[in-house]
């Protein structure tokens, strides 16, 4: 069966002297490998399109039976060139994409991570400032789609008193200091209430959220400690490490 | 299917260790040095025995190299105040078959892949750095942001000790006297002449973070169309950064 549909690159490998194996997040079919024979040459077809976090159409054959799939087409849908251009938008987005890679069964198809994936692209592109802010707000939707949606209570993030309180990795609810649960961990009330907004509100609330480096690292502390609680091993340490280093 | 023969068995097994090389072009390579006389054989195992045994790393590159520092470091031809940055040797004869470029080199040892766990710390930048300004370079340090700058203070305590300490000061120092012209000429310009992809954009964008409080002009080897390309098939994001990078004639 010859498949057209769009997807977003998730990694790209070299493969032999001249192709590449590429694992494709896409719209119909989710995660799946694919080669591209001589996409490596400099005149090839595929050009700049194999790049991870590329937003790409793509045509390949498509058998159930084989792991992975010949590329024979490959063209930008929207060119995000703007993430190219800043380091700290390249960070989040390969994070970004890191994250559906290690978290996304082979070809599960999920169209809600798919547009979610792409609308954090997009914002990552358009933005002018804060960027880094995206990455939480995409880690804590993620988590939603995948059915760990943190559980908010508006009055009690709202209750917390100056010495900050509790974030219950369990059920990602942000509780009292005086709560019991057995895993809790203890944040500052600034870093609970910024990770109760990154739980609930939309891009454009997120992206004017100013946060001072100490918060913004405690709530990128938070929301990595409730994903990793779920998904255990699961959760790519790579890119974190990476990532922790590039900000310094 | 196995070989009758256990030694050749053990040859398939050995050419299957390289990279690219599968079983099958294995046994092709395995058969093709049957047939081949006693002495090329030898003279192919006497090659990669010395790979092994005479090639080091240039300690002011790290470009593989005979001798230390190697022949592009050391020569008083080459302009020492241009640096070309490149991810691997590899990349230092693709320059280097241009003949255009006289200056010399800093070899990364790869690039900066978040996706591969490939960090700044794995790299020579470090290095590089302490090239371009010795006094600039940073400390070795594992800490995270928040603990590096509170230990700020006791690592700029200790510097001068560790500095006064370092096996590899008192070769910099031995190098000076040797070889002057790779030591005593201040780095005006770096090039990157890293890959055109997402991990190179990463790599050059953070080195030049690094370097330019340091004075150093930092610029970038032009990206866009190959000679006798076209460009009604080029991709977007490839003619959009032909276009960034144009030159006036």
């Known amino acids: 069966m010859i498949l057209r549909t769009e997807a977003v690159v998730l990694r790209a490998m070299k493969y032999g002297e001249t192709s590449q194996i590429a694992t494709l997040f896409t719209r119909e079919k989710g995660k799946l490998a694919v080669i591209a024979k001589g996409s490596r040459l400099p005149k090839s077809r595929f050009g700049s399109t194999l790049q991870p976090m590329s937003y790409t159409q793509v045509v390949f054959y498509y058998k159930a039976t084989r792991g ?84 908010i209570d508006r009055d009690i993030v709202a209750a917390l008193p100056e010495d900050g309180g509790l974030l219950d990795l369990d059920t990602g609810a942000v509780l ?39 918060v913004r690292s405690e709530v990128e502390h938070l929301v990595d400690d409730y994903l990793r609680f779920h998904v255990e091993d699961a959760y790519p340490s790579r890119g974190e490490k990476v990532l922790s280093q590039l900000r310094r | 299917m196995q070989f009758t023969s256990e030694s050749v068995e053990a040859l398939v097994e050995q050419f299957t260790r390289l990279p690219t090389i599968g079983r099958k072009t294995a046994q092709r390579l395995a058969a093709y040095v049957l047939k ?11 090659a990669l025995v010395a790979v092994k045994d005479h090639v080091k790393q240039c300690t002011i590159c790290y470009n593989v190299t005979d001798a230390d520092p190697c022949p592009i470091c050391r020569s008083p031809k080459r302009d020492h105040s241009v640096v070309c ?36 710390e794995d790299l020579h930048i470090r290095e590089l750095v302490a090239r371009l300004r010795p006094s600039a370079a940073p400390e070795p340090s594992d800490a995270p942001a928040e603990e590096a700058s509170s230990e700020a203070t006791s690592s700029e305590e200790t510097s001068s000790e560790a500095a006064s300490e370092s096996p590899e000061n008192g070769q910099v120092a031995e190098r000076s006297t040797l070889y002057p012209e790779a030591e005593d000429v201040e780095v005006q310009e770096v090039i990157l002449a890293v890959n055109p992809n997402v991990e190179g954009d990463t790599t050059a ?10 004075g150093v002009s930092v610029t970038r080897i032009a990206r866009g169309l190959p000679i006798g390309g076209d460009l009604e098939y080029a991709d977007e994001a490839t003619l959009s950064r032909a276009l960034e990078g144009r030159s006036s004639l």
């Open chain 2, 205 to 214: 964008y953070y080195i030049s973070q690094l370097l330019k409080p340091l």
């Open chain 1, 68 to 151: 992975l799939q010949t590329l024979t087409e490959s063209a930008h849908v929207q060119p995000f060139h703007n993430i190219g251009r800043d380091l700290e938008k390249m960070t989040v987005g390969l994070r970004a994409v890191e994250l559906v890679y290690a978290l996304m069964q082979e070809e599960q198809e999920h169209a809600d991570v798919f547009n979610l994936l792409l609308h954090t692209l997009s914002h990552l592109n358009d933005a002018t400032e804060r960027a880094r802010n995206l990455l939480p707000l995409f880690q804590m939707r993620l988590a939603a789609l995948l059915g760990f949606a943190p559980q």
């Open chain 2, 36 to 46: 081949m006389p006693r002495e090329d054989v030898v003279e192919i195992a006497k």
């Open chain 2, 85 to 120: 940055v490149v991810e691997e040797p590899n990349d230092v004869l693709a320059l280097e078959r241009t003949g255009e470029y006289r200056g010399v080199y800093h070899v990364l040892g790869g690039v900066i892949s978040p996706l591969d766990g490939v960090g700044p």
């Open chain 1, 176 to 214: 009292p200091p005086d709560a019991l649960p057995t895993t809790a961990r203890k944040a500052s009330r600034t870093a609970l209430r910024a990770y109760a907004i990154f739980a609930r509100a939309d891009t454009e609330a997120v992206l004017r959220m100013h946060l001072e480096p100490p």
